[in-house]
């Protein structure tokens, strides 16, 4: 694996596209209660902030690598779907790619630091795991089971209650983080609802 910066980012657009192909696949093969974690913003956003978080670039460079990762998995899944026969249009979910991937990378790239910045990355990561594990049990269960959703909320608190207990000290990134965290859990859900 390289080391240098770079080297690393030029690994991500082709793990994201590699990867993205694969979750077109994983849906086959998952059992039906985590099938739909192959095709979910959360497991999509999750694995964009790993590459981002380990090509360790600085903010400005994360937040294009974030786009581009974003950009890459959808590209790679509407390919995948392509070769299996089925039709995925990506255009409306590689714009919102776009959209969102500089923030995600951001993020990811936020992590390693502690106070207000790690308090914001806590609260857009865990924010989109928590608001789509509520808009899947709220909105879709009935018809894909609650085993991602569930799921999706254990890893979003599960990464805010990490944080909160070894990066985050003092009132303000603590009340940055949780209310952060429901703020754009509540988000999520309205936009998702929205998208259709």
């Known amino acids: 694996m390289p080391d240098h910066p770079l080297g690393r980012a030029a690994v991500v657009p082709v793990a994201s596209l590699l990867l993205g192909g694969l979750t077109a696949y994983a849906q086959g093969f998952l059992p039906d209660a985590l099938a739909p974690v192959a095709n979910s913003a959360w497991a999509w956003t999750l694995l964009a902030a790993v590459l981002v978080a380990w090509a360790r670039p600085g903010a400005g460079l994360a937040a294009v690598l974030g786009a581009v990762s974003l950009v890459f998995l959808v590209v790679g899944y509407a390919g995948a779907s392509h070769l299996r026969g089925l039709t995925y249009d990506p255009t409306r979910f590689g714009a919102v790619g776009l959209v969102v991937g500089p923030l995600v990378g951001v993020a990811a790239a936020w992590l390693r630091s502690t106070g207000v910045r790690a308090a ?77």
Do not use: D, K, N, S
Request: hydrophobic share 60%; aromatic share 6%.
């Open 120 to 196: 914001l990355a806590t609260a857009l990561l865990a924010g989109v795991g928590i608001g789509e594990g509520v808009y899947g049990l709220t909105t879709v269960a009935e018809t894909t089971g609650v085993g991602t959703w569930v799921a999706a909320c254990v890893v979003a608190l599960g990464l805010l209650a990490v944080m909160l207990a070894r990066r985050l000290r003092g009132a303000l990134p603590v009340a940055i983080a949780t209310g952060g965290t429901v703020a754009v859990a509540a988000v999520f859900v309205l936009a998702y609802r929205a998208l259709g």
